[in-house]
């Protein structure tokens, strides 16, 4: 039996799916914005209740490496790699904007129709960025990077697609990764799979204070 638990906290949202190796058979979102340490345990554990099952039942665990906020990613990875240590099973992670454009392709909104790009708020006035071919593999990035510095006529998918629309003027798709295409992608063998460590692509707010 195949039974894949997976979660995404690179975004104000925590979102947790399992897949039992055919299908997604349980999906849930937070529904508070950026409570990831206080959702993502009882997001799991509500999961496991609507699949009927246990944690002792998983195969492998599926987590989004971000890009995206240092605490976020934090304890999304935290969570995966412990679960995954104490259950003795793999943990696969994923660039979560890779989640996003597999989603594009291969979900039943709108598809791109050639290469697109995927845009997400990386707050402070920039966006998470990185483009994609018309199957959905990466070509660039991701990067942060200021709107302005990225404006393109492709179609962007994404929520930063919709926060600048003078830089992203044909939004289209997902705006934020859902877990449960996390779970088909890494199922299905859709997209890169990466080390279980945060892409912050940024230095975090918080650090030690310099010896004086």
Known sequence: M????????????????????????AELVSDRAMKHGEQLAPLIAAALAEAGTVRQDLTAIAVGAGPGPFTGLRVGLVTARTLAFAL??????????????????????????GPFAVATDARRKEVYLASYDELGRRLDGPQVIRPADAATDRPTAGEGALLYPEAFPNPFGPTRPSAGWLARAVTEELVELIDPEPLYLRRPDAVAAADR
């Open 2 to 25: 195949t039974l894949l638990l997976a979660f995404d906290t690179a975004t104000p949202q925590v979102g947790v799916a399992l897949h039992d190796g055919e299908e997604v058979i």
């Open 88 to 113: 003795d099973i793999p943990v696969y992670a994923v660039c979560s904007l890779d989640v996003i454009a597999a989603e594009c392709v291969g979900g039943d909104g709108a598809r791109p129709g």
